[in-house]
């Protein structure tokens, strides 16, 4: 008779899924829900009366403008909470509040001011929530792998959500669409549960919040590298936000094409930023420097189809093409961004690190959302388009020389799922 313990070491293991990837199946799920509202929220703002660019720029700002005013204190807080516990309680209160904001909008009660109070809330949970995921990331023995593991999950999210977004608002109406958007951040939470928490190093002494925070940031600005990737990465998100807010007042009003259109033209975003992780892992041989430097020139290039299109199916295409080319520039750039800061992250320093790089990054967001629907207002959307189009070209200058591959690790256990 076979003994027990040989008879289990001859069955292969059970299969395990590697941490990378469940991480990233739990951060599709939340990017999904992420994308519902980054079309409902605009969609359901341009049908209110007297609503202009201005109005969807403002509603859109309010949403970003979290990680400016707070993004250094929640980075303080990320280092003190478990990171996995951290992004249950975020993605559980938001599904909370979008299934609030589902009811308000079935009885018809939504209006710009709570449109942009329920943005400026999301924002502020999202923001809570991604610095905890960069905490997690920056553990991981091969951080290019988790990274395009997460931004894997996040770009099919994006491919998926927003044409899925434009059916149910039009099928239904924007009470289904954020349902759908609530649906998606308790689906996230499942992930999450089914997931071990990493093992992290401790924190680097236990000061005060507002201590902590500005430490994040002193770190960041003092250190020469760090400060030039996150310079770079505003000046392109300011450049980016302004195209986001114009495209979705050009298409929904100018041209007036359907959300149904607006979400398919949108998904194409996705799926070249599918394309980027794909492009990420072939270019893995080639140096930071290179990579990132000539991502930046792409994503220019890919930003000036944009406004060159005219109304009608020749110009959705061109649309499409300068997003999908666009977004797979930036999901390239960001694996290569994302682990070199992380590789640069003191132990118990790594989610302040991350938001104070992301305060300047997302923090220009809203200045770039608000600034691009006042251009659009005063000089007509397409010539504001062009401009933000043409701002990107100077990004490589910001970048100037990145170092060569092969950082040391920050000291702490890899997550494990």
């Known amino acids: 008779m076979t003994p027990p313990t040989a008879l289990a070491s001859a069955l292969p293991p059970a299969p395990v899924p590697s941490a990378p990837s469940a991480l990233g199946q739990a951060a599709a799920l939340s990017a999904a829900g992420q994308q519902l509202g980054g079309l409902s929220l605009p969609v359901i703002a341009s049908t209110l009366p007297g609503s202009t660019a201005l109005t969807l720029g403002l509603i859109t700002a309010a949403a970003f403008l979290p990680h400016l005013l707070l993004g250094l204190l929640l980075g303080a807080a990320a280092d003190r909470l478990p990171p996995r516990a951290a992004m249950l309680g975020m993605n559980v209160a938001r599904g909370a509040l979008l299934l609030g904001a589902a009811g308000l909008a079935h009885a018809g009660a939504l209006s710009a001011p709570l449109l942009a109070g329920m943005a400026l809330l999301l924002g502020s949970l999202g923001a809570l929530h991604d610095a905890s995921t960069q905490r997690w990331l920056a553990h991981f023995e091969d951080r290019r792998d988790a990274n395009r593991a997460v931004q894997a999950g996040e770009q099919a999210a994006l491919a998926a959500a927003p044409g899925l977004s434009g059916l149910l608002i039009a099928q239904a109406g924007a009470a289904a669409a954020l349902l759908g958007e609530s649906l998606s951040f308790l689906a996230a939470s499942l992930r ?201 070209f100077a990004a490589p200058l910001l970048l100037g020389r990145a170092p060569v591959q092969g950082m040391p690790a920050p000291t702490g256990q890899p997550g494990t799922a």
Do not use: K
């Open 192 to 392: 999450l549960l089914g997931l071990r928490a990493p093992v992290l190093a401790g924190r680097d002494g236990r000061g005060t919040l507002f201590g902590d925070a500005a430490r994040g940031m002193v770190f960041v600005w003092r250190h020469g590298l760090l400060r030039r990737l996150a310079v770079t990465a505003a000046f392109v998100n300011f450049a980016r936000a302004m195209t986001f807010t114009l495209l979705s007042f050009h298409l929904l009003r100018v041209w007036q094409v359907t959300p149904v259109v607006m979400g398919l033209t949108l998904t194409v975003g996705g799926l070249g930023g599918l394309a980027g992780a794909s492009l990420s892992r072939r270019l893995s041989g080639v140096p930071d420097d290179r990579v990132m430097r000539g991502g930046l020139l792409a994503l220019a290039g890919a930003g000036l189809l944009v406004p060159l299109a005219a109304p009608g199916a020749l110009g959705l295409a061109l649309i499409m093409l300068g997003r999908a080319a666009g977004t797979a520039c930036v999901v390239t750039y960001n694996i290569r961004q994302d682990a070199l800061r992380q590789s640069l992250s003191p132990a118990g320093m790594e989610a302040r690190v991350a938001t104070a790089s992301r305060t300047l990054l997302w923090g220009s967001l809203p200045l770039g959302a608000a600034l691009g629907g006042w251009l659009g207002t005063v000089m007509g959307t397409q010539e504001a388009l062009t401009a933000a189009a043409l701002l990107v």
